[in-house]
């Protein structure tokens, strides 16, 4: 099992910046991805950025968001820059071990609140 714990969500004016941390504990060497995804009211979650051998980002988040790890604490980061309104969402942290090229079992965190005001 592996429990995430997600910070640092907040509100922020349009332009400003946050950064996300998410720690994760228990069977963390299994983790062979980790993620962070958003779900805005009345929206599918989404995929905004993923890190395992390489980092993966939304088209809507290039060039503003950036996905870092830090294996010895067990957490990955995600820093915000350029913040917009539609960037407004819960964050989840996402946690993966893969059995197969498309077989995984994954984890969630309790999610973190982002609002951004125009």
């Known amino acids: 099992q592996v429990q995430l714990v997600e910070s640092g969500g907040g509100l922020v004016q349009a332009g400003g910046s946050l950064r996300l941390s998410c720690v994760a504990s228990?069977?963390?060497?299994?983790?062979?991805?980790m993620g962070w995804y958003r779900q805005a009211p009345g929206k599918q979650r989404e995929l905004v950025a993923s890190i395992s051998s390489g980092t993966n980002y939304a088209d809507s988040v290039k060039g503003r968001f950036t996905i870092s790890r830090d294996n010895a604490k067990n957490t990955v980061y995600l820093q915000m820059n350029s913040l917009k309104p539609e960037d407004t969402g819960v964050y989840y942290c996402n946690a993966k071990r893969f059995y197969t090229s498309n077989t995984y079992v994954q984890y969630w965190g309790q999610g973190t609140q982002v609002t951004v005001s125009s």
């Open positions: 228990g069977s963390t060497f299994s983790i062979n991805a």
